[in-house]
């Protein structure tokens, strides 16, 4: 896609010193057909900003702030898009964005996840039992009963969520050489300048949390140039799969 892009890696970024809002127009369409998907929401995670496409697929999003966010595309029968944009001041990005349709479960099939896909729920248990990091399922995220990812970090071993009245938390590592703040991945992809700790995301739509302290801790999956101080990974609900205890 021309501007786009599903996997960028953002190095070094800043959403500081926005002026004037952007805004992001396109259709929204199914990948092989190219037929519109229509009634999808989408959203500019870590705001508030969200929308439904049309009968066309057509879709509009203004107001958002200069700066780099993740965009997400959730439909019925489709896996869950994710794109991360870099928009500047007063920009107009258009462009057309593609879902993959779900696979058909077929009577009598099974299917085994693909533990070298390490967003599938098998590389998930793999690194939960390799017994490194810290992990909540869904179940677990339930019992705990929080208001906030950072009130589920409060129980982590390591962890420190400071709060500063209307300013919002902060979660800190503090197995690092000092407390600092970790990088954020939301689905797989790097999601810290458009989440962090008190993004707007509904809890009960988690349906696993990763938790690594330092930088030694975190796996080759999840490893950033220049990272120092630990990862949250944040994956969410999507049809056909579950990260329950067994």
């Known amino acids: 896609m021309r501007q786009l892009v599903g996997l960028l890696a953002v190095l070094g970024a800043s959403n500081a010193g926005a002026q004037t809002a952007a805004a992001v127009r396109g259709v929204l369409v199914q990948r092989d057909s190219r037929t519109p ?19 066309q697929g057509r879709f509009e999003l203004p107001g958002i702030p200069a700066g780099i966010h993740l965009l997400q595309a959730r439909a019925v029968g489709f896996v869950v898009g994710t794109w991360l944009i870099q928009l500047n001041d007063g920009q107009s990005l258009r462009d ?18 693909n533990a070298s896909d390490w967003r599938s729920e098998a590389a998930f248990e793999r690194r939960r039992n390799s017994g490194v990091g810290v992990f909540m399922t869904r179940e677990e995220i339930r019992q705990r009963h929080p208001a906030s990812v950072s009130d ?3 129980s982590v071993p390591g962890v420190l969520t ?10 800190l590592m503090t197995r690092s050489t000092r407390p600092c703040q970790p990088e954020y991945f939301l689905d797989g992809y790097p999601a810290t300048l458009s989440t962090g700790s008190s993004f707007p995301i509904d809890l009960a739509a988690i349906r696993g949390v990763e938790v690594y302290r330092n930088q030694s801790e975190t796996p080759a ?21 579950s990260l329950e205890r067994r």
């Open 37 to 55: 998907v229509d009634g999808a929401r989408i959203a500019v995670v870590g705001t508030p900003l969200t929308t439904t496409t049309d009968v």
């Open 221 to 241: 999956e999840f490893q950033r140039p220049g990272l120092r101080c630990g990862v949250i990974a944040i994956w969410t609900i999507e049809p056909g799969t």
């Open 162 to 171: 400071n709060c500063r009245g209307r300013g919002g938390c902060i979660v």
């Open 96 to 113: 057309t964005l593609e879902l993959e349709a779900l696979a058909v479960a077929l009577t009598a099939v099974t299917v085994v996840a």
């Open 152 to 154: 589920l970090m409060r």
